[in-house]
């Protein structure tokens, strides 16, 4: 069969976006993979999936795969996306849409100067639902976040569990640079203490507004942007009393700006999405 399919990107964080509303898709992980690999593929760190809803209230259901072929429950830089190509492919005419998703409904804002605004929810910290076992560990207090520490590559990090819809574990560093992010990162994805693998995320505070960020991502590895990762990130420094909201947050590959006025409250995250080219490939 021949897959239609958009390239995109958010502030670099790579994407293969599918309409399967007008077409009939059903692929195996191994062809999720497949279409993500970077060299006999398409490639992309995440695939998105545009679905009728199955829920009443909701305008679209999104998927999401990552590049080794497994579904996830969310993905932040892929949100913005997702809203650019219903728009740009006239699947609605609304700016404002309810998504829903596998860890719930989103709902993004394609703002008037072409930037997206994207809803996402509540932050979960409580640790069994992010999921993180934390049974045995004594976590470090630092005003009202709670980091735990893990023995990774033979030295004791302490990181604050988040979840955006999907986990993540959060450290401050001095340098994201100079950082061991790739070595750590792996091992901190397949820690045993987060039973579902995790997002690593590597945190330097440049001010109390401004932070430079590196994410690696459960089955993406880094990339050179996380929406979600960047999500819990201004979470953890806003609870450890590091930063105020809103925090211009830097990556590799652009600029994000999060908003959190505190527990409870939801999470807004703004930011870029561009479509790079339309292709087809045959499955």
């Known amino acids: 069969m021949k897959l239609k399919f958009t390239k995109m990107h958010g502030a670099g964080n790579d994407f ?19 279409l993500a690999d970077r060299r006999f593929g398409i490639g992309a760190d995440q695939i998105l999936v545009v679905e009728r809803p199955i829920s009443a209230g909701v305008d679209f259901r999104y998927r999401i795969y990552n590049a080794d072929g497994g579904e996830v429950e969310q993905c932040g830089n892929g949100s913005r996306a997702f809203v650019r190509f219903v728009i740009d492919k006239k699947l609605t005419d609304k700016t404002a849409i309810r998504v829903e998703t596998m860890s719930g409904i989103i709902e993004p804002l394609l703002q008037a100067d072409g930037s997206i605004t994207v809803n996402m929810g509540a932050p979960v910290l409580d640790t069994a639902k992010v999921p993180f076992d934390a049974v045995g560990l004594e976590a470090k207090v630092q005003a009202d976040d709670l980091s735990w520490p893990l023995t990774i590559n033979g030295k004791t990090v302490y990181v604050s569990a988040v979840s955006m819809g999907n986990p993540h574990a959060v450290q401050v560093v001095d340098d994201t640079e100079t950082f061991s992010v790739l070595l750590d990162g792996a091992q901190i994805e397949h820690h045993p203490r987060f039973p579902k693998r995790v997002n690593a995320g590597f945190m330097q505070i440049l001010d109390t507004q401004h932070i430079r960020l590196r994410v690696f991502e459960r089955g993406a590895g880094e990339t ?26 830097s990556m590799h590959g652009g600029e994000l700006s999060i908003a959190w006025q505190g527990p409870d409250l939801p999470v807004f995250l703004s930011g870029p999405a561009v479509s790079v080219f339309d292709g087809e490939i045959d499955i």
């Open 224 to 249: 050179l942007a996380c929406g979600t990762g960047a999500c819990a990130a201004v979470v953890t420094g806003i609870l450890r009393g590091l930063l105020t909201s809103p925090v211009r947050v």
């Open 16 to 34: 293969i976006v599918i309409d399967a509303i007008n077409q009939d898709i059903t692929f195996s992980s191994e062809q999720w993979k497949h």
